[in-house]
């Protein structure tokens, strides 16, 4: 059974970062795409960012472009996620998957993974 284990998240004011990590049991990062999510209280889960398997290519959706950084440690096996500049919108849950392949909007497409239990950021002054 594959198991996802996300953390870092926690309690920044807007305009701090963040750097998120995900790490799994039985799969390598680098055999396929990869990537996150986030859920904020009363929304529908939405994609952030997706990384190709060779880590050459990143996709990200609209909102976090050019404030995100989606990486993957090889040696490690671990998938980051740093977000700079967050601000309230930013507060959500944060999951990563693994996938068949990356949307130019920065989806995981195919998930081949369950859902791990997350991570919260909450940006607050």
């Known amino acids: 059974l594959v198991q996802l284990a996300e953390s870092g998240g926690g309690s920044v004011q807007p305009g701090g970062s963040l750097k998120l990590s995900c790490t799994t049991s039985g799969m390598r990062f680098d055999g396929y795409y990869s990537g996150w999510f986030r859920q904020a209280p009363g929304l529908g889960r939405e994609s952030v960012a997706c990384?190709?398997?060779?880590?050459?290519?990143?996709y990200y959706q609209r909102s976090v472009k050019g404030r995100a950084t989606i990486t993957r440690d090889a040696a490690m096996n671990i998938l980051h996620l740093q977000i700079d500049r967050l601000t309230t919108d930013d507060t959500a849950r944060y999951f990563c998957?693994?996938?068949?392949?990356?949307?130019?909007?920065?989806?995981?497409?195919?998930?081949?993974?369950?859902w791990g239990q997350g991570t919260q950021v909450t940006v607050s002054s």
């Open positions: 990384i190709t398997p060779s880590g050459t290519s990143a």
């Open positions: 998957a693994l996938g068949r392949m990356c949307s130019d909007a920065g989806t995981v497409v195919q998930p081949v993974t369950s």
